[in-house]
């Protein structure tokens, strides 16, 4: 019964490859994000999706592009992988209301690493 | 802008002792506070959060938090530590728009004394 679910839960490739990483959550939430945790273990936001649509869209390169098909669903897919982009890639995702409250559930995480 | 402080880079405490885990935040409005933690090679969990009303508030694991706008401190405490509470741990803030985001602080990483 996860509730976050990420796959896959490692990943290595070499620079240039393009590859997704999947993301489903069963909470029924309406509001999914992308973080990224460097080495230092630094936690910082990519995007957001609500119902579907984009809400938060950091200073991140165009070669990350999210897709979210559904509500329960939120996918990243890189292109031309980088050294750089190696790191620790979470999922989460919390459910909006009218007060805003929105403790965030995380999946598993996916490690990349970039050869 | 916002953002959190956690000053305590690494904390080592031993087994059976009081813990206090540091955090300051910067927030124009009324911040929403958590608290979370990271065990080696998961995700994270949320420990407790504070949205309003009482300023002392109960998680899970038995951990505590004290809000303290005076101070903009929201700092983490346990009566008693177990080696299984060793992890990272993060504090975050949030507002209370739908399009707000949460910004985690850096961590404070907690080792076990056996």
């Known amino acids: 019964d996860t509730a976050v679910s990420q796959t896959p839960k490692y990943l290595v490739t070499q620079m240039g490859n393009d590859k997704s990483i999947k993301c489903e959550q069963n909470?029924?939430?309406?509001?999914m994000y992308w973080y990224k945790q460097d080495s230092k273990k630094f936690l910082k936001i990519m995007f957001s999706y609500n119902n579907k649509e984009l809400i938060i869209n950091e200073t991140v390169p165009n070669r990350f592009s999210p897709k979210s098909p559904d509500k329960a669903h939120l996918n990243l897919h890189i292109n031309s992988l980088e050294l750089g982009d190696s790191a620790v890639y979470f999922c989460?995702?919390?459910?909006?209301?009218?007060?805003?409250?929105?403790?965030?559930?995380f999946g598993p995480g996916t490690r990349l690493t970039v050869t | 802008a916002q953002s959190v402080t956690q000053p305590d880079i690494h904390i080592t405490v031993s087994e059976g002792a009081s813990l206090e885990l540091r955090c300051n935040y910067s927030?124009?409005?009324?911040?929403?506070l958590f608290w979370y933690v990271q065990s080696p090679g998961q995700g994270l969990q949320l420990l407790l959060k504070y949205f309003s009303g009482d300023t002392l508030v109960q998680g899970i694991k038995g951990f505590e938090a004290e809000f303290k706008r005076s101070q903009s401190s929201f700092n983490l405490r346990k009566p008693s530590v177990h080696w299984s509470d060793a992890a990272e741990y993060f504090c975050a803030v949030g507002g209370g728009s739908s399009a707000s985001k949460i910004i985690f602080g850096s961590g404070t990483r907690l080792s076990i004394r056996p």
């Open positions: 909470l029924g939430h309406d509001t």
């Open positions: 927030y124009g409005a009324t911040p929403y």
């Open positions: 989460a995702s919390s459910q909006e209301s009218r007060t805003g409250a929105h403790e965030q559930y």
